[in-house]
Every structure is written in C-alpha cells, then in structure tokens.
C-alpha cells in the first residue's frame, strides 16, 4: 500500500546480486544475515546437543 498524500514511499524489496558476488557494503551486509539466518538452526541444534 503506498500513500503519497502523507509523503510516504515504497521501500524497495532487496535482491541480492545475481552472481553471488557483493558488490558494496549493504550486499555485504545482507549476504551476512542470510547466512546467518541459514545456518540458525544448526548452530542451535550444536548448542542443545553440547549442552
């Protein structure tokens, strides 16, 4: 939904580039995060499993 009487704008969705490759500090960025988000649960399986 986008209001431009209340001067509100569409944030853009991100895609990451298409050859895998950063090309700044915010592809970088959220390369990072996602390969955080993709290995959550096993870190969290590792650290039930140690403890």
Do not use: C, F, S
Request: no cysteine.
């Amino acid at each position: 939904m986008t209001t431009t009487e209340t001067g509100v704008k569409p944030i853009p969705a991100y895609a990451p580039p298409e050859d895998g490759k950063p090309r700044n500090a915010v592809d970088e960025k959220w390369m990072k995060l996602r390969r955080a988000a993709l290995n959550r649960q096993k870190r969290l399986a590792q650290k039930t499993h140690e403890a």
